[in-house]
């Protein structure tokens, strides 16, 4: 899809769509879109964290959102939202929620506060991967006993594998107090479990002393997944929250304003990741794996706010404290002292952790563009013929 498609879902009329409804969008040409199973955390998080601990999440979360809260942490829609849009197909379904679900087009994995370390606490990256296998082998057998409206086998090779995670491994190392540095010798581990979802290295232990490579032979790619999908992460030392919480006399502050360690960290978990990538397009025989900049994407919409209609590039709509962050550590979105701004279209940041979903909406149209892709792979290449 190129950039002058890439922006026609801003339309309002869209803003119509009911849940899980198909996007009306009339340039798009997907008729067949693939599957799309996403691994992540709340940037992706549909409505798995609040299926998974029967949690709610509520107004004014999703208060732009067609039929109201859905779990999401945004005040509409989110980034993966939009990708699906772009291809014609509906919401992905939460893996967890046992009602009204439809997993015909692929399901979400995704959930908020997910981290790819540690491994054995729900819901890791692994245990997110662990879960779509199951799912696999779930969707295989009953479509094997007569099931139609299932994934079968050669929808699971031509599907679309979407990752968007590592934020939190970086907020984990900050928060316990970790210095840059330490951040940094701690990365190459966070990279290690995304290189082990898409295709397992060996010679880890999972779960204490059940082997990391037996599961190696398992991985989404062993099993036939060639389309990989991966964002880096955003600036970390822009995010409201990390600014009101950690920003101290003396903190290094770039010339936006954000914490310049933090972002710091963000660069160099982007550098690995993007290595990561080039190194698995060589091993992985035919598969595409894409690799985007979301750190480029969102740091721009911060650097040239005014461009895209924003007012307050650091500050929540939704939080308590007023300027400069609008963030209070112990009155969060949600809380009954809180407040959300009349026109969150105006934020870039919904809560201090989350975008508002006028910010994911442009961060999509710039994912989709391919200008910040590598290599440039047009999103709607995925369709199937
Ligand atoms: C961040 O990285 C830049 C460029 O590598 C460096 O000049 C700066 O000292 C770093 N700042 C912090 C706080 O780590
Ligand atoms: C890659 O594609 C070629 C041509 O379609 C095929 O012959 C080969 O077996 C594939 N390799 C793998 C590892 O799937
Ligand atoms: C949040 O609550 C803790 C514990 O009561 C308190 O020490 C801290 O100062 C509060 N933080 C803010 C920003 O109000």
Excluded at 32 to 44: E, L, T, V
Excluded at 199 to 228: C, N, P, T, W
Excluded at 253 to 276: E, I, M, Q, V
């Amino acid at each position: 899809m190129g950039s002058r498609k890439g922006t026609s879902f801003l339309l309002p009329v869209l803003l119509l769509l009911t849940v899980g409804s198909v996007a009306p969008l009339g340039e798009c040409r997907c008729h067949r879109p693939p599957a799309i199973f996403n691994f992540g955390d709340s940037n992706s998080d549909t409505g798995g964290l609040q299926a998974g601990l029967g949690l709610v999440i509520g107004l004014p979360n999703g208060r732009r959102f067609p039929g109201g809260p859905t779990g999401r942490f945004s005040d509409g829609r989110l980034v993966i939202d939009f990708l699906c849009q772009s291809l014609n197909m509906r919401y992905l379904s939460p893996y967890l929620e046992a009602l009204g679900s439809d997993f015909r087009t692929g399901a979400n994995f995704a959930i908020a506060g997910s981290a790819t370390l540690p491994r054995n606490v729900p819901f890791s990256l692994v245990i997110q991967v662990l879960q779509f296998l199951r799912f696999r082998a779930r969707s295989l057998e009953l479509v094997a006993k007569g099931s139609s409206n299932l994934i079968n086998e050669e929808g699971f090779q031509n599907a679309l594998y979407t990752f968007d995670i590592g934020q939190n491994d970086l907020s984990r190392m900050f928060r316990n107090g970790l210095s840059y540095s330490q951040v940094v010798e701690g990365i190459p581990s966070v990279l290690d479990e995304i290189r082990g979802a898409i295709k397992a290295s060996v010679g880890k232990s999972f779960f204490h002393g059940i082997s990391y490579s037996s599961v190696l032979l398992q991985m989404i790619y062993e099993r036939g997944g060639k389309h990989f999908w991966v964002h880096g992460t955003g600036p970390l030392g822009c995010l409201p929250q990390k600014l009101a919480v950690h920003k101290k006399e003396g903190s290094d502050l770039d010339s936006f304003g954000c914490l310049a360690s933090y972002n710091n960290a963000s660069k160099f978990f982007n550098d690995g990741l993007t290595a990561l990538c080039d190194e698995l397009r060589k091993e992985l025989q035919n598969a595409t794996i894409v690799y985007t900049d979301m750190y480029a994407i969102k740091y721009d919409l911060i650097a040239d706010y005014t461009k895209y209609g924003f007012e307050n590039p650091l500050m929540t709509c939704c939080g308590y404290g007023g300027p400069p962050y609008n963030y209070n550590v112990n009155i969060t979105c949600g809380n009954a002292a809180s407040q959300a701004c009349a026109d969150g279209s105006k934020y870039i940041s919904w809560d201090g952790v989350h975008y508002s979903e006028a910010a994911n909406a442009v961060a999509a149209s710039k994912i989709l563009s391919t200008y910040y892709s590598k290599p440039p792979v047009n999103f709607e290449s995925f369709c199937l013929k």
